[in-house]
């Protein structure tokens, strides 16, 4: 059963732009920092998605290595949306907001991704992904313990961070524990948005982590010889939880960088 939970978080002003927030794999809507949410909130009508399987969402599938489950749910939140939006998504989040827009070139004003590869696993040409074999320990790991997996799985989101410590905290308090996120971890072995990547028509920004140990910000090399059209790709120092990063760090320059360039592609 495919179905949708999103929270808005309207704007004050009137008639301001939407921005569809997308999380990563192994949380839900609210995982995002308070303080981006408050600054987001002041330009743009929010609206936070769970994924299928993840947070409120009421999908129970354990499975979907064929893509059709992830499909039928983009298609109906494409149905849900405004006429014109823009999208921030976080690595899974990120892939899947790639998606979104290859679906509605038209109606995408611009889009970010933060830490997020085209294919997550590496593939004969694609190097720089994590290995499938690890993945698959992984998914192996989460079958037998999911928590365990999951606290190990925040461990290396905040691996090379500033402050690892307080970040893995932070993300323990996020993570959403349930059997359904192992579909999410057939999308990561799955999903190879290459040729997406390469014609995606509107703006887009991607942030690499130059410490990363899920996304190798090595992969930037890669995608510059694959890129066309309006697209920035850049390395920023920290860990795979770059919001989490920048937020505690005080004044946020992730999130003005991201500011300006939604702002910038909405003229």
Same mark, same amino acid.
């Given at each position: 059963?495919?179905s949708?939970?999103?929270?808005k978080r309207?704007?004050?002003?009137?008639?301001?732009?939407?921005?569809?927030?997308? %999380?990563?794999?192994?949380?839900?809507?609210?995982?995002w920092p308070?303080? !981006?949410?408050?600054?987001?909130?002041?330009?743009?009508?929010?609206? /936070?998605?769970d994924?299928?399987?993840h947070?409120?969402?009421?999908?129970?599938?354990?499975?979907?290595s064929?893509?059709?489950?992830?499909?039928?749910?983009?298609?109906?939140?494409?149905?849900?949306?405004?006429?014109?939006?823009?999208?921030?998504? #976080?690595?899974?989040?990120?892939? $899947?907001?790639?998606? /979104?827009?290859?679906?509605?070139?038209?109606?995408?004003?611009? /889009?970010?991704a /933060?830490?997020?590869?085209p294919?997550?696993?590496?593939r004969?040409?694609?190097?720089?992904?994590?290995?499938?074999?690890?993945?698959?320990?992984?998914?192996?790991?989460?079958?037998?313990?999911?928590?365990?997996?999951?606290?190990?799985?925040?461990?290396?989101?905040?691996?090379?961070?500033?402050q690892?410590? $307080?970040?893995?905290?932070q993300l323990r308090?996020? $993570?959403y524990?349930? =059997?359904?996120?192992?579909?999410?971890?057939? #999308?990561?072995?799955?999903?190879?948005?290459? =040729?997406?990547?390469?014609?995606?028509?509107?703006?887009?920004?991607?942030?690499?982590?130059?410490?990363?140990?899920?996304?190798? =910000?090595? $992969?930037?090399?890669?995608? %510059?010889?694959?890129?066309?059209?309006?697209?920035?790709?850049?390395?920023?120092?920290?860990c795979?939880a770059?919001? !989490?990063q920048y937020?505690?760090?005080?004044?946020?320059?992730?999130?003005?960088?991201?500011?300006?360039f939604?702002?910038?592609?909405d003229?």
């Open positions: 059963m495919i949708l939970s999103i929270s309207p704007c004050s002003q009137a008639g301001a732009p939407t921005l569809v927030l997308l %999380h990563g794999w192994g949380y839900s809507k609210s995982a308070d303080s !981006w949410l408050q600054a987001l909130a002041q330009d743009y009508d929010l609206w /936070l998605v994924l299928p399987g947070g409120d969402d009421t999908c129970q599938s354990l499975q979907d064929d893509l059709r489950i992830l499909d039928s749910w983009l298609q109906l939140l494409a149905a849900s949306l405004p006429t014109q939006y823009s999208l921030l998504g #976080w690595s899974l989040g990120g892939q $899947v907001a790639w998606r /979104l827009a290859q679906l509605q070139p038209d109606r995408v004003s611009a /889009l970010v /933060l830490a997020s590869n294919s997550f696993v590496q004969p040409d694609w190097p720089h992904a994590m290995p499938v074999a690890v993945l698959q320990q992984f998914a192996t790991a989460f079958a037998h313990s999911a928590n365990k997996a999951l606290q190990r799985f925040c461990a290396l989101q905040s691996q090379g961070g500033d690892p410590t $307080v970040i893995n905290k308090t996020q $993570v524990c349930r =059997a359904s996120l192992s579909m999410g971890l057939d #999308w990561l072995a799955q999903l190879d948005l290459r =040729a997406t990547w390469q014609f995606l028509s509107m703006p887009t920004l991607l942030l690499l982590a130059a410490e990363d140990a899920l996304v190798p =910000a090595t $992969v930037a090399s890669d995608l %510059h010889k694959v890129s066309h059209g309006d697209k920035t790709i850049a390395t920023l120092n920290g795979h770059l919001a !989490w937020a505690q760090a005080g004044k946020d320059k992730l999130l003005s960088r991201i500011g300006v939604l702002e910038q592609s003229v």
